[in-house]
Nanobody, 120 residues
């Protein structure tokens, strides 16, 4: 089970931090965790992922330099720090587990979405 939180309304240039707490997963077999986002009528797109063991991070070009993904192994939690937010970052954000791809359909576990709205 993945539980995401931290979304909200923020002005352009502001920051938010998303959290995703995982339970019930055997983390020895979890390759990584990640964040995706989806706008109405659009396909879910990759935002960032982190490997669970080594903490290697990967980002979509659109968020590189502004977003930072991190994890707390002791708490089984992954975070997405979002800085310098833009209106085009407005989406529903989803956390995912046990994947290692930028393709959403290759991730087996999903949390509920959390809405991020950036006002101009």
């Amino acid at each position: 089970q993945l539980r995401a939180s931290g979304g909200g309304l923020v002005q352009t240039g502001g920051s938010l931090r998303l959290s995703c707490a995982a339970s019930g997963l055997t983390f020895n077999y979890v390759v990584g965790m990640g964040w995706f986002r989806q706008a109405p009528g659009k396909e879910r797109e990759f935002v960032a992922r982190i490997t669970w063991s080594g903490g290697t991070t990967y980002y979509a070009d659109s968020v590189k330099g502004r977003f930072t993904i991190s994890r707390d192994n002791a708490k089984n939690t992954v975070y997405l720090q979002m800085n310098s937010l833009k209106p085009e970052d407005t989406d529903v954000y989803y956390c995912a587990a046990a994947g290692s791809s930028t393709r959403f359909n290759e991730w087996p576990y999903w949390g509920q979405g959390t809405q991020v709205t950036v006002s101009s």
